[in-house]
């Protein structure tokens, strides 16, 4: 089955702890990216990589990192977490930009 | 500021009535999609749109994009409580390679 899965779904931290959400797919996509919701802002582009070992910011990079060392996965990395990290965040693949994107089922982080 | 603006954000319906729900932009974009998104779940695909003035049916739901590539509706005839949920708007930029979503319309269609 087609699909795109992240870990943890949940998470709860406290703020300057290390943390990685990971996120794979399994449709051998080049590009892939990760988003972050929140109310009244809807989806914001994190960091995206349009194949292994390339990757660009998107709108709100700061306080992120990301590697994209194997095709199918793209980990997100939060090296010292704070609060205003606290949202519901989504990765996504796709056979490039014009192409659908498939969305995981998003890992939702509370930092306290 | 948002790039992309949709509106209503809200819109509660009855079963049966028709909707139309905008996404709006001062950019041009190469391609715009709709997305439906449902609760604890990532959003799906519902369409693509690529060329100006471009019109697309899906069952009940019919989308359009400006001739300007500037903006998109989506209209849904006769709505159905299986059609609630978050509808949000992407729109692919010329330059650069990311996407830009609209904040959201929440549509509830009560039966």
């Known amino acids: 089955e087609a699909q795109v899965t992240q870990n943890p779904r949940y998470l709860i931290t406290v703020t300057g702890k290390k943390l990685t959400v990971t996120c794979s797919q399994n449709m051998n996509h080049e590009y892939m990216s990760w988003y972050r919701q929140d109310p009244g802002l809807g989806l914001r582009q994190i960091y995206y990589s349009m194949n292994v070992e390339v990757t660009d910011k998107g709108d709100v990079p700061e306080g992120y990192k990301v590697s994209r060392k194997e095709k199918r996965n793209f980990p997100l990395i939060l090296e010292s977490p704070s609060p205003n990290q606290t949202s519901l965040y989504f990765c996504?693949?796709?056979?490039?930009?014009?192409?659908?994107?498939?969305f995981g089922p998003g890992t939702r982080l509370t930092v306290t | 500021t948002q790039l992309l603006e949709q509106s209503p954000q809200f819109l509660s319906i009855q079963e049966g009535e028709n909707l139309t729900v905008y996404c709006n932009s001062s950019?041009?974009?190469?391609?715009l999609q709709w997305y439906r998104q449902e609760p604890g779940e990532g959003p799906v695909l519902l369409v693509t749109v690529v060329t100006g003035g471009e019109v697309k049916k899906l069952k009940r739901l019919t989308f359009q994009f400006g001739d300007a590539r500037k903006d998109s509706s989506l209209h849904i005839t006769a709505a159905q409580p299986g059609d609630t949920g978050l509808y949000l708007c992407a729109g692919g930029r010329n330059y650069g390679q990311n996407f830009v979503f609209g904040p959201g319309t929440r549509l509830s269609v009560l039966p």
């Open positions: 996504a693949s796709s056979l490039s930009i014009q192409y659908e994107q498939y």
């Open positions: 950019s041009v974009f190469s391609s």
